[in-house]
T-cell receptor
């Protein structure tokens, strides 16, 4: 158990809809990262938050957004969903924004299926 | 930009055989970390090993060992005496010092046949 909690574990929705994925980091971790795992793109970094502020953006679509709340949990919002958004979305956390540790702790993922 | 290449896609071995997974990376940074993660059929990503760019010492941890060679930008991973529970997808990943944003390879599907 990594200590990172993601909900929901599975989600099925239709094209055009909007969903929210939630992540609770390990206790005390200030950084939250979102990754997308799809069959064609593999594992890709989407976005990072550190202590409530956006720190870095990766290959995140404009239809997607995220935020980190004062209690450090994070939400990834996916809107105007398309079939290609079907993927496993991982959240990870770390104690610091970057530096000597270099280790991320991953949640079990939220599997999104868009029909 | 960082790039990780795992050339082999699927590897099948008979139980108790050794399996070696190849990983080649690209980065212009001199300080970086390399990782191996395991993704079993249940889907979660499990951290296995980490190495920083200043430490090329190769080690063994249980049935896992790794061979880090900066000269060839390779970070290969070996499972000794494979077991059925080792069946999973294994990812090599790279991050540079100063951020924890991992660049993953495409993964190696390992199938251990009993």
């Amino acid at each position: 158990d990594s200590g990172v909690t993601q909900t929901p574990k599975h989600l099925i929705t239709a094209t055009g809809q909007r969903v929210t994925l939630r992540c609770s980091p390990r206790s005390g971790d200030l950084s939250v990262y979102w990754y997308q795992q799809s069959l064609d793109q593999g594992l890709q970094f989407l976005i990072q938050y550190y202590n409530g502020e956006e720190r870095a953006k990766g290959n995140i679509l404009e239809r997607f957004s995220a935020q980190q709340f004062p209690d450090l949990h994070s939400e990834l919002n996916l809107s105007s969903l398309e079939l290609g958004d079907s993927a496993l979305y991982f959240c990870a956390s770390s104690a610091v924004s970057g530096g000597a540790d270099g280790e991320l702790f991953f949640g079990e993922g939220s599997r999104l299926t868009v029909l | 930009a960082q790039k990780v290449t795992q050339a082999q896609t699927e590897i099948s071995v008979v139980e108790k055989e050794d399996v070696t997974l190849d990983c080649v990376y690209e980065t212009r940074d001199t300080t970086y970390y390399l990782f191996w993660y395991k993704q079993p059929p249940s889907g979660e990503l499990v951290f296995l090993i980490r190495r920083n760019s200043f430490d090329e010492q190769n080690e063994i941890s249980g049935r896992y060992s790794w061979n880090f060679q900066k000269s060839t930008s390779s970070f290969n991973f070996t499972i000794t005496a494979s077991q059925v529970v080792d069946s999973a997808v294994y990812f090599c990943a790279l991050t540079i010092y100063g951020n924890n944003r991992l660049a993953f390879g495409k993964g190696n599907q390992v199938v251990v046949i009993p």
